[in-house]
Structures are given as structure tokens and as C-alpha cells.
């Protein structure tokens, strides 16, 4: 299952093999190569680090259990603390004990929260959840546009109010509308710019504040690799993340940024983005991811 690694590891074996313990001597090439691997699949240096630092703790003195290989007992360690550390699978969105739900969409630019914003919709129509979109993004020209054909497509209405109202109102007037037709789910959909800068910021902790949403996504680009690292750390920041999905994860990118969306925020990766199309969304499951990871 983890071919890879356990191929790039077989010199560090070579030290293990006959050994009768895992210790720091005979651990420490074996502990740079996970090192390797996982910057490799663009896993955040310091996540990197806190990682390596405890599946060192957990291997060290661990005593080889019979009929297995030290090696192999060291690979199942670094799989178990992967998939331990990335959380809960398949973590519900959050649902209101009164409606409407309200989930807010956060992310840069081209990450793919309109798209995400659709999937979801579609995904929680499927589960007999009925939705509103919210289309606030009045910078981005074809941003609302693209909302209302997403919504066309999946049969989910989409409130917006054109690109001359403040998006903090939109929300707000988005969410009244939704308690009035009585919908289980509101999802806003924000504006994203290129990079990270204040006022998109003030903007989005400004909606928030106003909304009070359940859950506030952060959408991720998985082939952002070390960026992902950043982009969680102000988000979480400045507004506060419940969640995250990681798009494009039907790239070529390892799933680096998953882990690194997890260590920064300790918050639950709920959804896995795996295509264009509104039907490319799967909950996300850290074996699979671990697995991808290591791979
Ligand atoms: P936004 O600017 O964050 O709202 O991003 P969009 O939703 O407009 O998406 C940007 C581009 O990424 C579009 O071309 C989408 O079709 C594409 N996209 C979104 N999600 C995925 C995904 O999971 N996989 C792939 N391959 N493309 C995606």
C-alpha cells in the first residue's frame, strides 16, 4: 500500500533490520526520509516538523512485535499518526436546530468556491436539504453570472442583488430571504481575491459577524502546496474557519495541503473537491488522503 515509501526507505530498513527496538540511532534515516517524502508532497515545513517530531516520540522505544518487520511496524506508525492527526472522516456540515443553516464560503480567487458553493448545494439537495445560494461577489464580473447558471443547472435558486449593493448587505437580505421561503440552507458565496489582502478580509469578518453563520468553509486549492500553509494560518486568523474543502484534488498534487489546512486551523476537513463539474465532491476520508500522502 505504501510501495513508495517503503521503497525510498529501504537503506534507513537496512539500519532497522535485526534490530530488536526502534531507536533514535537506527531511526534517524528513516525519520529523514518521511521528512523527504512529505515535503515532497508539499506538506508546511512546520507541519513537517511537529510530525516528524511525534511519530519520532511514538516509534522510539517501541518494542518490535514479533512475526513483524521493524520496518514495516515503523511504516504502520507513520500511516497511523497521518491518518490520526487529519482528523475526523467524513465530518458533517453543521445544521441549525432552527433554519435556515447558514454556511459561509471563504477563499482566494480561482480556488473554486463558486464551483464549491454549486457542489455543495447539490450535495446537501441530494440529502433532501433544500438550499439558497448567495452570490455577494460584486468584484469579480462574472461572479454572479456564474452562480445563477450553477444554480440553473442543480435546480437551487440563487439571491443576488447585482453589483452595486454592499456584500455585507447581500448576505444579510440573502439569509432574511431564505428564513422567508423557509429553505434549510443558506450558503454565501464571497469574494476571493488574488492574494490575501485587508479589505478582503475586513469584508468577510464583517459578513460573518453579521450572518452568524454555522459553518465558515475555507476553500482550498490543493496544487497551492506551501501556500496552503499561509492562506489557513490569516484565515483562521482573522475570521475564524469551521472547515475546510480541498479543490482539485483530481490534480496531480499529493494532498500536501490537506494536512497542512488540518495542523494550522485543528479544523476538520469536511469535503474533497475532484473535479469541474457539480458533481465532483466527495467527503473526504484521511486513510485515503494518508495514503495519497505517503505515496
Ligand atoms: P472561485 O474564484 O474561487 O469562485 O473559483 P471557481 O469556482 O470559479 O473555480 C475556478 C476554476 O477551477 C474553474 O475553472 C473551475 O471549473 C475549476 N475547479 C473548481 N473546483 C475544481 C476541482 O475540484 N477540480 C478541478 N479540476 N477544477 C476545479
Same mark, same amino acid.
Given at each position: 500500500?505504501?510501495?513508495?515509501?517503503?521503497?525510498?526507505?529501504?537503506?534507513?530498513?537496512?539500519?532497522?533490520?535485526?534490530?530488536?527496538?526502534?531507536?533514535?540511532?537506527?531511526?534517524?534515516?528513516?525519520?529523514?526520509?518521511?521528512?523527504?517524502?512529505?515535503?515532497?508532497?508539499?506538506?508546511?515545513?512546520?507541519?513537517?516538523?511537529?510530525?516528524?517530531?511525534?511519530?519520532?516520540?511514538?516509534? !522510539?522505544?517501541?518494542?518490535?512485535?514479533?512475526?513483524?518487520?521493524?520496518?514495516?511496524?515503523?511504516?504502520?506508525?507513520?500511516?497511523?499518526?497521518?491518518?490520526?492527526?487529519?482528523?475526523?472522516?467524513?465530518?458533517?456540515? =453543521?445544521?441549525?436546530?432552527?433554519?435556515?443553516?447558514?454556511?459561509?464560503?471563504?477563499?482566494?480567487?480561482?480556488?473554486?468556491?463558486?464551483?464549491?458553493?454549486?457542489?455543495?448545494?447539490?450535495?446537501?439537495?441530494?440529502?433532501?436539504?433544500?438550499?439558497?445560494?448567495?452570490?455577494?461577489?460584486?468584484?469579480?464580473?462574472?461572479?454572479?453570472?456564474?452562480?445563477?447558471?450553477?444554480?440553473?443547472?442543480?435546480?437551487?435558486?440563487?439571491?443576488? !442583488?447585482?453589483?452595486?449593493?454592499?456584500?455585507?448587505?447581500?448576505?444579510?437580505?440573502?439569509?432574511?430571504?431564505?428564513?422567508?421561503?423557509?429553505?434549510?440552507?443558506?450558503?454565501?458565496?464571497?469574494?476571493?481575491?488574488?492574494?490575501?489582502?485587508?479589505?478582503?478580509?475586513?469584508?468577510?469578518?464583517?459578513?460573518?459577524?453579521?450572518?452568524?453563520?454555522?459553518?465558515?468553509?475555507?476553500?482550498?486549492?490543493?496544487?497551492?502546496?506551501?501556500?496552503? =500553509?499561509?492562506?489557513?494560518?490569516?484565515?483562521?486568523?482573522?475570521?475564524?474557519?469551521?472547515?475546510?474543502?480541498?479543490?482539485?484534488?483530481?490534480?496531480?498534487?499529493?494532498?500536501? =495541503?490537506? &494536512?497542512?489546512?488540518?495542523?494550522?486551523?485543528?479544523?476538520?476537513?469536511?469535503?474533497?473537491?475532484?473535479?469541474?463539474?457539480?458533481?465532483? &465532491?466527495?467527503?473526504?476520508?484521511?486513510?485515503?488522503?494518508?495514503?495519497?500522502?505517503?505515496?
Amino acid at each position: 500500500m505504501f510501495d513508495a515509501l517503503a521503497e525510498r526507505l529501504e537503506d534507513a530498513w537496512k539500519k532497522l533490520r535485526g534490530q530488536d527496538k526502534i531507536s533514535e540511532t537506527n531511526i534517524k534515516e528513516a525519520l529523514k526520509e518521511v521528512r523527504r517524502a512529505l515535503l515532497e508532497a508539499d506538506v508546511n515545513l512546520q507541519v513537517v516538523k511537529t510530525f516528524i517530531s511525534e511519530v519520532e516520540k511514538q516509534a !522510539l522505544g517501541a518494542e518490535v512485535i514479533s512475526g513483524v518487520r521493524p520496518d514495516q511496524q515503523f511504516v504502520k506508525i507513520v500511516y497511523d499518526e497521518l491518518v490520526n492527526v487529519m482528523g475526523e472522516s467524513n465530518a458533517p456540515l =453543521a445544521q441549525a436546530d432552527t433554519p435556515p443553516t447558514v454556511i459561509l464560503m471563504a477563499g482566494l480567487q480561482g480556488t473554486g468556491k463558486t464551483t464549491a458553493t454549486a457542489k455543495l448545494a447539490l450535495y446537501l439537495r441530494k440529502e433532501k436539504r433544500s438550499c439558497l445560494m448567495v452570490a455577494t461577489d460584486i468584484y469579480r464580473p462574472a461572479a454572479i453570472d456564474q452562480l445563477i447558471t450553477l444554480g440553473q443547472q442543480i435546480d437551487v435558486p440563487v439571491f443576488e !442583488l447585482g453589483k452595486d449593493v454592499n456584500p455585507v448587505e447581500i448576505a444579510k437580505q440573502g439569509v432574511a430571504k431564505a428564513r422567508e421561503m423557509g429553505v434549510d440552507t443558506v450558503i454565501i458565496d464571497t469574494a476571493g481575491r488574488l492574494q490575501i489582502d485587508p479589505e478582503m478580509m475586513a469584508e468577510l469578518a464583517q459578513i460573518k459577524a453579521t450572518v452568524q453563520p454555522h459553518d465558515t468553509l475555507l476553500v482550498v486549492d490543493a496544487m497551492t502546496g506551501q501556500e496552503a =500553509a499561509t492562506l489557513t494560518r490569516t484565515f483562521h486568523e482573522e475570521i475564524g474557519i469551521t472547515g475546510a474543502i480541498v479543490t482539485k484534488m483530481d490534480g496531480d498534487s499529493r494532498g500536501g =495541503a490537506a &494536512l497542512s489546512v488540518r495542523c494550522i486551523s485543528g479544523q476538520p476537513i469536511k469535503f474533497i473537491g475532484v473535479g469541474e463539474k457539480v458533481e465532483a &465532491l466527495q467527503p473526504f476520508y484521511p486513510d485515503r488522503m494518508a495514503s495519497r500522502i505517503l505515496n
